[in-house]
């Protein structure tokens, strides 16, 4: 199991621009997460999709966000515009629920840096 | 939302045991407590979780006080490649789980 995979690893982008960042979830797990990691803000859940249906959206911080899950192998996260206190690391993770135990796998993130 | 919370930071020695406290005094009846890690440069990884009785896997024991109002995870015997940011959390309605800033740990040799 190749894990979840995510890319890029590193993004730099110029402010303005937009930006998609890309995932892969682990192959049968119907649950994906977006979360965004910063110093003040600590690990935030943005949106989760299950069945690749969004669920839950409220953590979106405004309208620049929007997440895509047009199968259950991929999911996109896109910035348009980019600012530049977007700059983050941003984590895919995916899960699948079995009873009441159902970790949550995280790729190893994407750092976006928005200058 | 039930919401927890956790010192900022702890520091332990290298082969010492480690214990890390965790407050949650919302905490509904269906609530599990989960708890993750997260290595730096990496994204969270599982640890162990727990609804009402002590639990033990072989990364770490969590205990969880009577009126579930607190817990504790327990690394045994604190290696180097446990330094990391451990996240205590509580199932969100749905299934989502929101982490905050943890707690940074710290291991000296």
């Known amino acids: 199991d190749a894990g979840v995979i995510q890319s890029p690893r590193h993004e730099v982008t110029e402010m303005g621009q937009e930006v998609t960042l890309r995932c892969k979830p682990i192959s049968g797990h119907d649950y994906l997460f977006w979360y965004r990691q910063t110093m003040m803000r600590g690990l935030e859940l943005l949106i989760y999709f299950n069945n690749n249906v969004p669920i839950d959206d409220s953590g979106m911080p405004e309208d620049r966000f929007s997440a895509k899950m047009p199968n259950a192998s991929f999911s996109t996260l896109k910035i348009q515009p980019s600012e530049p206190r977007d700059s983050a690391v941003y984590f895919c993770?995916?899960?699948?629920?079995?009873?009441?135990?159902?970790?949550?796998?995280f790729g190893n993130g994407t750092r976006l840096t928005v200058t | 939302d039930a919401k927890t919370t956790q010192p900022n930071s702890m520091e332990s020695n290298e082969e010492e045991p480690v214990h890390l406290p965790c407050n949650h005094s919302?905490?509904?009846?269906?609530?599990?407590i989960h708890w993750y890690r997260q290595l730096p440069s990496q994204g969270p990884e599982y640890v162990i979780h727990g609804l009402t009785s002590n639990v033990n896997n072989r990364m770490a024991s969590l205990a969880i006080a009577e009126d579930r109002k607190s817990s504790t995870l327990i690394l045994h015997r604190a290696t180097l490649r446990d330094a990391a940011v451990y996240y205590c959390?509580?199932?969100?309605?749905?299934?989502?789980?929101?982490f905050g800033k943890g707690t940074s740990l710290l291991v000296t040799p």
């Open positions: 919302t905490i509904s009846g269906t609530d599990y």
């Open positions: 959390i509580l199932r969100l309605s749905g299934y989502a789980l929101n």
């Open positions: 993770a995916s899960s699948t629920r079995d009873r009441e135990l159902w970790p949550l796998h």
